[in-house]
T-cell receptor
Framework: KQEVTQIPAALSVPEGENLVLNCSFTDSAIYNLQWFRQDPGKGLTSLLLIQSSQREQTSGRLNASLDKSSGRSTLYIAASQPGDSATYLCAVKDGNTGKLIFGQGTTLQVKP | GAVVSQHPSRVICKSGTSVKIECRSLDFQATTMFWYRQFPKQSLMLMATSNEGSKATYEQGVEKDKFLINHASLTLSTLTVTSAHPEDSSFYIC??????????????FGQGTRLTVV
């Protein structure tokens, strides 16, 4: 059964710092991996989608990598801003079931 | 990107009553929609997969008579929480995948519904 783990659960950094969020999954049979942002009490905003054949995706200050063989992904945020404060969720589309399996999320706080 | 609209965004209901949540794909057709539940400070858990014109497929441990799903058209799926109790209070989110797209295609999420049962 696919399981997704995100470390750390919470992170607090000063504004301007570069940071890395980690995501690991137990079964390398995936269609893709997706990073989401969730603000308190709100829905999900898709940030980056990496297909299983890809190694990374970039969007602005965000860069996500995927190492399918080791079951790992990282989300790199450059020059963090207070507006980046949110919970970041990683999810894999399981290759056996087709279902989207979510991690527990990392709650990020960027202090001015 | 495609837009999924979820309504209502917040609802408070009395224990024992039923609540209906709507999920609409605004600019695309969705044969398949998904319903998730999120408890405070926890991740999203898939409740059921909704297929247009057929019965929903529920995940293990989800009561199908409690959480009624109807997907009568290619743009609308509804989740009805029947005889709601305080333990049903949660954040419910739907997502939809465009008809005819591959399984690896991105699904789009609604904004969620905060249900509070008092």
């Amino acid at each position: 059964k696919q399981e997704v783990t995100q470390i750390p659960a919470a992170l607090s950094v000063p504004e301007g710092e570069n940071l890395v969020l980690n995501c690991s999954f137990t079964d390398s049979a995936i269609y893709n991996l997706q990073w989401f942002r969730q603000d308190p009490g709100k829905g999900l905003t898709s940030l980056l989608l990496i297909q299983s054949s890809q190694r990374e995706q970039t969007s602005g200050r965000l860069n996500a990598s995927l190492d399918k063989s080791s079951g790992r992904s990282t989300l790199y945020i450059a020059a963090s801003q207070p507006g980046d404060s949110a919970t970041y969720l990683c999810a894999v589309k399981d290759g056996n079931t087709g279902k989207l399996i979510f991690g527990q999320g990392t709650t990020l706080q960027v202090k001015p | 990107g495609a837009v999924v609209s979820q309504h209502p965004s917040r609802v408070i209901c009395k224990s024992g009553t039923s609540v209906k949540i709507e999920c609409r794909s605004l600019d695309f057709q969705a044969t398949t929609m998904f319903w998730y539940r999120q408890f405070p400070k926890q991740s999203l858990m898939l409740m059921a997969t909704s297929n247009e014109g057929s019965k929903a497929t529920y995940e293990q441990g989800v009561e199908k008579d409690k959480f009624l799903i109807n997907h009568a058209s290619l743009t609308l799926s509804t989740l009805t929480v029947t005889s709601a109790h305080p333990e049903d209070s949660s954040f419910y989110i739907c997502s939809a995948r465009e008809t005819g797209t591959l399984i690896r295609t991105e699904a789009f999420f609604g904004q969620g519904t905060r249900l509070t049962v008092v």
